[in-house]
């Protein structure tokens, strides 16, 4: 047989067992994206019936990020930076949503609003929750305030947790060890008997860090490293009480202690650090009616931080502590095939203790909307949003977001909607600056895009662009005002390929912006590019490979007070999982940082060069 004849039969057979591998892909992914159904919308619609953009980072997917942390894994989405996110772990996160400071994207842990009313923004501490509690993400960009009230002016991240599951119990649990003698172990039971179903889990995380300031350049000066040491408890429950009214309790307890620097180039006192805290309890219930459904979430939420810190060497101490209380009732009524009516109530009631005095503020809110949906090739929401603050009075949004399914394959969306922010218990009643006659912060917030998706979803393409303009922005000079007008703009394009064994995606997202005084983002690249690349190797061997670029950025030294750009930097990271037992336990290696890239991404901080860590995962019953 000559080389022709042999190169053409092994280009055959070659062809043949990418097309078997192809078909098994198809079999396999029966449940299609557009099919999954998104609980943040409070319609539990399919991603098909709506034209909000939609990401939602899969269980599959947490169950392959072994060695992440949630700052790691949502900074792997477009449109998403972490300040902080590639510093030290225990270097506190501030998440930049769409070119936004972290105090207009809202968190929600399972559809109810988490906030921490002590902090100046009153956004989510993102290090107060470990990846081994979530089952998914939900991620809506764009203003969501219509259904959410405030905070939701960039978008909103959904964290849904574990629940309870089959009859019987599943022990499960992580542990791993990695550079920076890190640690972290996770142990959890689930399942359920008749009408009853639990899920409780335990984490524990330690590592001796890096020091999370940065000797200055010609300092001989050795800097002591910054670790921490967290302990994290995430319960559910399930209680069917008939076959249509169930309640779903849940308690969840974290607490974090970590070794803080000065500021940045300077390492302060060896005593320095800060103690976070947080403690939440609350239920979801539901009634389930005919053609309906009546949704009651209740959360009390606790949060403190005890910062023992210092100054020019000299050691000060502050505490921030502060509650929260948040009611959310709503009522959703299938009008019709092809009419849903979704109305609600929700209370929230925030409490800033300090020595001195326990100031609260309180919103309520009335909400509505409609969604018409699968109407030949129409799909449209409506909704507005009546809100009343007991400081600054009224405020009202509304949201209009229609999208049309030309053919199968092609989908174009948009929305048009107003998004706000109030005042934090900081800025009325703080120690510094306070300014009672604050007004929420506005936003007019546009969308538009298209979406492909062809052979089965095999391949899918999104492109979206957006424009937001805030007024209204509370600003520090001598004190708290309403004097900022800002104005953003990007568009975000994110391809996705599955091919045989191979399933790839990326990302390119663009962002610009206007703070009113000068035309660039702190800390905010324009261009921020990200590919991950994994493949099925075998049936028990997965491997990926996650690459990501960071644009050149602009912040603020804080020795020189003067303006600096950043150059960009780009991070390699890999990961390898191997399944033994019927899968049911897999051993994982996860690498970061493999080019030991040296680059800033706060000035004055660190950032870890190559590290890893490898571990083993399990689940039995």
Excluded: C, W
């Amino acid at each position: 047989m000559n080389k022709t004849r042999i190169l053409a039969v092994a280009g055959l057979g070659l062809a043949q067992l990418l097309l078997s591998h192809l078909a098994n892909a198809q079999n396999q992914d029966s449940l299609q994206l557009k099919d999954v159904v998104i609980s943040a919308t409070k319609n539990n619609q399919k991603q098909s019936q709506t034209g909000k953009v939609v990401t939602i980072i899969s269980r599959e997917v947490l169950e392959r990020s072994n060695g992440k942390s949630l700052p790691d894994l949502l900074t792997e989405q477009a449109g998403i930076v972490i300040s902080g996110g590639n510093s030290s772990q225990g270097k506190d996160k501030s998440i930049f949503f769409r070119g936004a400071l972290g105090g207009y994207t809202l968190v929600l842990i399972d559809g109810i609003v988490q906030n921490d009313p002590a902090s100046i923004s009153g956004t989510f501490d993102l290090r107060l929750f470990s990846i081994d509690q979530i089952d998914h993400i939900e991620i809506l960009k764009g203003g969501q305030s219509t259904i959410y009230g405030s905070d939701a002016v960039a978008g909103v991240i959904n964290i849904v947790t574990k629940k309870g599951g089959p009859k019987g119990n599943t022990i499960y649990g992580v542990a791993s060890a990695g550079s920076f003698e890190t640690y972290k172990g996770t142990i959890g039971l689930n399942g359920g008997v008749e009408g009853f179903t639990y899920n409780i889990n335990y984490t524990h995380f330690k590592t001796d860090g890096i020091s999370e300031a940065a000797t200055p350049v010609g300092s001989t000066a050795v800097f002591d490293k910054d670790g921490f040491k967290t302990d994290g408890v995430n319960a559910n429950f399930g209680i069917k009480l008939d076959k249509n009214f169930s309640v779903n309790p849940f308690l969840r307890y974290f607490y974090g202690n970590y070794k803080i620097d000065e500021d940045g180039f300077k390492d302060g006192l060896p005593t320095n650090n800060s103690v976070l805290k947080q403690f939440s309890a609350g239920f979801n219930a539901e009634y389930k009616l005919n053609s309906g459904k009546i949704t009651l979430n209740y959360s009390h939420q606790s949060n403190s931080n005890d910062v023992n810190s210092s100054f020019m060497g000299f050691a000060s101490n502050f505490l921030n502590y502060g509650k929260l209380n948040t009611v959310d009732l709503f009522y959703n009524q299938k009008l019709s095939n092809k009419l849903d009516l979704l109305v609600g109530i929700d209370n929230r009631k925030m409490k800033l203790i300090t020595d001195t005095q326990n100031p609260t503020t309180n919103i309520f809110a009335a909400y509505g909307s409609l969604f018409l949906h699968d109407l030949s090739v129409f799909n449209l929401e409506v909704g507005g949003r009546y809100n009343k603050h007991d400081q600054y009075g009224e405020n009202y949004t509304y949201s209009v977001t229609p999208s049309i399914n030309i053919i199968k394959e092609i989908k174009l969306f948009g929305t048009v909607s107003t998004a706000f922010k109030i005042p934090t218990l900081n800025m009325l009643f703080g120690q510094y600056g306070a300014n009672l006659d604050l007004k929420p912060e506005k936003s007019q917030n546009y969308e538009a895009g298209v979406n492909f998706s062809l052979a089965d979803e095999l391949f899918t393409l999104r492109v979206a662009g957006f424009k937001r303009d805030l007024t209204d922005a509370i600003v520090y000079t001598t004190g708290y005002f309403n004097q900022g007008n800002q104005k953003y703009k990007g568009f975000e394009v994110e391809p996705a390929v599955k091919f045989s064994i191979f399933n790839v995606n990326g990302y390119y997202a663009y962002v610009e912006g206007n703070t009113g005084t000068v035309d660039y983002l702190i800390r905010r690249p324009k261009h921020t590019f990200g590919i991950n690349a994994g493949a099925q190797a075998t049936s028990n061997l997965y491997v990926s490979a996650n690459f990501r670029y960071f644009g050149k950025r602009y912040d603020t030294n804080f020795i020189s007070y003067t303006t600096e750009e950043l150059p960009s930097y780009k991070l390699l990271n890999a990961y390898v999982e191997y399944a033994l037992a019927k899968k049911r336990v897999k051993l994982f290696f996860d690498a970061k940082n493999i080019l030991n890239q040296k680059y800033n991404e706060i000035i004055g901080y660190n950032t870890p060069g190559f590290n890893f860590n490898a571990g083993v995962s399990f689940n039995i019953r």
